[in-house]
Structures are given as C-alpha cells and as structure tokens.
C-alpha cells in the first residue's frame, strides 16, 4: 500500500494535455504542483479585461467580490461561485492594447469552468484569446518576485 502511494508522488507536478478552444483563439494551461491556472492573452487594455471580467462573472453567476489593484499593470479580480469556490482573474498588462488573463477557480482549478470564463470573456471583449503574447510584448519590471518565482519550473500547453 505504502509503495502504491510512493509511487505515484512524482505524478504531481505532471502536466496533462487538454484539448479546448475558447472564443476561436486559444488557452494555455499551466499546472505547478497540481495546481492549474488557465490563461490566455487579449487585445484590450486592462480597464477594458476588468470591465469584461466582471460581465463574463455575471453570466456565470459568480458572485463579484472586489478588485485589488496591485499596481498600474496588474489587478486582481475575484469572486465566489455557487458552490462557493474562489474565483481569483489576475489581470497582467503587457502592452497598451494587450492584457494576459489568468483565471483559477476552486483550490486546484477547475478546467470546465476556467474555459467556460475564457469563452464568455472573449464574447464580452469581442476578441479572440491567444495562448502566446504578441512578439515585442514582455511582463512589466514592476511584477512582483514572488510572480516570477511562481512561473519557474511551471509548463504551458496551448488548447486547441
């Protein structure tokens, strides 16, 4: 029994192919320690990803909760779900027009409703969502350490 559970330790920062479009672009998925985030990249500024985020909440009858507002580039909008899940959006300005959104519901992430988030936010904006930054856009030097500490180690895999 022991050897069984030892066994499958190494599993646990594995990353998994998924398969799913979100508003005719696409996603990455990003696992760290069982942990998923689900984010994609979009053509808008981060007012106009916050204002789409809280509309896309509404549709899915997450309760809105706040904005915390990290610094010029970066934002942070949660709320809870029915079930009573966080729901934690980390809007990341890369550009005037391009805003990386990154969603996690639930402890661990729950797949179906990070991709259903991504599709009703790509219909609010009324843009396609890309799994890689436009060339020439680069995280802003004003992230946090503990951000980019965070990404070491992690993997993406774009959904198709």
């Known amino acids: 029994m022991a050897l069984a559970l030892l066994s499958t330790l190494p599993l646990g920062g594995c990353v998994a192919l998924l398969g799913a479009g979100a508003?005719?672009?696409?996603?990455?998925?990003?696992?760290?320690?069982?942990?998923?985030?689900?984010?994609?990249?979009?053509?808008v500024s981060l007012s106009?990803?916050?204002?789409?985020?809280?509309?896309?909440?509404?549709?899915?009858?997450i309760r809105y909760n706040g904005m915390i507002q990290k610094s010029a580039n970066?934002?942070?909008?949660?709320?809870?779900?029915?079930r009573g899940q966080t729901a934690?959006?980390?809007?990341?300005?890369?550009?005037?027009?391009?805003?990386?959104?990154?969603i996690r519901i639930g402890?661990?992430?729950?797949?179906?409703?990070?991709?259903?988030?991504?599709?009703?936010l790509s219909q609010q904006l009324g843009a396609a969502a890309s799994?890689?930054?436009?060339?020439?856009?680069?995280?802003?030097?004003?992230?946090?350490?503990?951000n980019a500490n965070q990404s070491e180690g992690q993997q993406t895999i774009p959904l198709q």
């Open 23 to 43: 508003g005719g672009g696409a996603v990455a998925y990003v696992e760290n320690g069982g942990v998923a985030n689900y984010y994609a990249y979009y053509p």
């Open 131 to 146: 799994a890689v930054a436009p060339s020439g856009t680069v995280p802003s030097p004003s992230m946090n350490t503990e």
């Open 107 to 120: 402890t661990f992430g729950d797949r179906a409703e990070s991709l259903q988030f991504q599709h009703l």
């Open 88 to 102: 934690r959006v980390t809007l990341t300005s890369m550009a005037t027009d391009v805003t990386k959104v990154n």
């Open 74 to 82: 970066e934002a942070i909008v949660e709320g809870t779900t029915n």
């Open 48 to 61: 106009t990803a916050s204002r789409g985020t809280q509309a896309a909440f509404q549709q899915m009858n």
